[in-house]
């Protein structure tokens, strides 16, 4: 995917259907801190969808959409208005194809979805395979939006036990969870 001369990871996913801004790194804990959706990190995308927008649409979206397949409501969200079949969002949720199903629940299909911005890093004029370091006043400040953010989810916040543990077979596993209370 990327030529890059260290080993580098993505911060997050995009589905195959869609573009735009990935962050690589090579810091774990910077990964965790911007992806945990409890840190409420914005992420931007431009849509572009099969029907005209209408302003019930974008109050729907805005409002946060009931998911039918998830059994929860998205989050409110920022959406505005770009053009006839185009419109922005920012995001602090991270649900899988979040945006494809709130579309989809409000009646409309995407036809395109493009990330543009992660947190205060914004994906600008790169082509696609292309990338750009982060370096200077742009990374003190992502570090800076990071700051009180955890990298920890919100069971190993709570104390969560994890242990190493050899079994021939999963009967051994159910009955140490029984013992342990898990």
């Known amino acids: 995917m990327l030529s890059y001369p260290e080993r580098i990871y993505p911060v997050g996913r995009l589905d195959k259907e869609s573009e735009g801004l990935i962050l690589m790194t090579?810091?774990?804990?910077?990964?965790?801190?911007?992806?945990?959706?409890?840190?409420?990190h914005e992420k931007e995308y431009i849509v572009t969808v099969d029907k005209v927008l209408t302003d019930e649409f974008i109050k729907q979206m805005s409002e946060g959409v009931w998911l039918e397949e998830l059994e929860r409501?998205?989050?409110?969200?920022?959406?505005?208005?770009?053009?006839?079949?185009?419109?922005?969002?920012?995001?602090?949720q991270g649900l899988n194809r979040q945006i494809?199903?709130?579309?989809?629940?409000?009646?409309?299909?995407?036809?395109?979805?493009?990330?543009?911005?992660?947190?205060?890093?914004?994906?600008?004029?790169?082509k696609t395979g292309e990338y750009r370091k982060i370096t200077g006043e742009e990374y003190k400040r992502l570090i800076k939006l990071l700051e009180g953010s955890t990298s920890l989810?919100?069971?190993?916040?709570?104390?969560?036990?994890?242990?190493?543990?050899?079994?021939?077979?999963?009967?051994?596993?159910?009955?140490?969870?029984q013992r342990s209370g898990e």
């Open 26 to 40: 090579n810091q774990g804990d910077l990964v965790n801190k911007i992806m945990r959706s409890t840190n409420a």
């Open 153 to 177: 989810s919100k069971s190993d916040r709570r104390g969560k036990r994890y242990v190493a543990f050899h079994s021939k077979n999963e009967d051994q596993v159910n009955k140490w969870k």
């Open 73 to 92: 409501k998205t989050l409110p969200c920022k959406v505005r208005k770009q053009g006839e079949r185009r419109f922005s969002i920012i995001l602090t």
């Open 100 to 126: 494809r199903r709130m579309c989809q629940a409000c009646g409309y299909r995407v036809h395109l979805l493009r990330r543009v911005r992660i947190m205060n890093i914004q994906l600008g004029g790169l």
